[in-house]
């Protein structure tokens, strides 16, 4: 199974257009080590040739222009891209839509709450209605039991529902419900192959971490460092737990976690731009190192 990540930053990217804080600063300038970032999205296949999105950001052009295998080869209009697969219907995960509406109808696979919040609140599958078959969605199962993209049958799906808060122009924002938010175990069914990825991931459970350790990789939450990161930047009130992320310090933070699983390979992803593990001599990129777990970066790409 081939794994292509597009976008490896949280929503804004990494410098961050409107942001001056000591990261955006640093890279702009080029005082500090660190790369830019666009904003997250992975791309999985079995062949190279046929390809599922999972989630798709408002970066979506430049990430299809800079990776060969996704852009057409075989006719006038064309691409590699078989179906999307949506983890939620945040605004980094879902408008590139909109920038796929040449290629309608699109073939997307979401959860019954994501598809409420994408025709309501966020309605892009109404928008997406004025171009040749709009959006041909399906629903996501979240009872445990897989599915497949069309054509890409060699691929099978589970959907994972993490606790985690809708987006804030969701009709039930206040009131949670099962498949807002969800992580995927992908597997190759012929090599068995598996991937879990989980780009926002607000809380572990029991269950949780033992299915994570089941698989041969984990691409999972990398927003914050901290709980209260947006406060020590300056840029912000909100906790990270307010926003439904876990972050990777502390006492039980995602590098806790992660230390009990020591099979599979742990990347993190979905990296808040003041995030300090962006950059690559910091002490907490350090930290991370030593703990066996990978930062995710724009073009990185693996077999598994």
Not at 213 to 228: I, L, N, R
Request: proline share 7%; aromatic share 6%.
């Amino acid at each position: 199974m081939k794994v292509m990540v597009l976008g490896s930053a949280a929503g804004g990217g990494f410098p961050q257009w409107n942001c001056n804080c000591n990261n955006c600063c640093g890279v702009r300038s080029g005082s500090l080590d660190a790369i830019p970032r666009t904003q997250s999205s992975i791309a999985v296949s079995v062949d190279g040739e046929r390809w599922i999105l999972f989630n798709a950001s408002p970066d979506i052009r430049s990430q299809l222009e800079a990776n060969p295998p996704l852009q057409p080869k075989r006719g006038r209009r064309d691409t590699g891209v078989h179906g999307v697969v949506l983890a939620d219907s945040q605004i980094d995960h879902t408008t590139g839509l909109l920038f796929l509406r040449e290629g309608c109808p699109l073939r997307v696979y979401c959860t019954d709450m994501v598809a409420q919040d994408l025709s309501t609140g966020f309605p892009i599958f109404v928008m997406l209605q004025s171009w040749d078959g709009g959006v041909i969605q399906t629903t996501v199962p979240i009872d445990g039991s897989a599915f497949q993209v069309i054509g890409i049958e060699e691929i099978s799906i589970t959907a994972i529902p993490l606790d985690g808060k809708a987006p804030p122009y969701s009709p039930h924002r206040h009131d949670p419900h099962v498949g807002d938010n969800v992580g995927y175990l992908i597997e190759d069914t012929r090599s068995q192959a598996s991937l879990f990825y989980a780009p926002g991931l607000g809380q572990m459970s029991s269950a949780l971490l033992d299915m994570m350790g089941g698989a041969d990789c984990v691409m999972v939450d990398g927003t914050f460092w901290s709980e209260d990161e947006m406060q020590r930047a300056g840029v912000g009130t909100k906790l990270a737990s307010d926003m439904g992320h876990l972050p990777q310090s502390g006492d039980e933070g995602m590098l806790y976690w992660l230390s009990k699983i020591p099979g599979p390979r742990k990347i993190l992803i979905h990296i808040n731009n003041t995030n300090p593990i962006l950059i690559e001599n910091s002490p907490e990129r350090k930290l991370v190192e030593e703990s066996g777990v990978e930062v995710a970066y724009d073009g990185m790409a693996f077999d598994l």
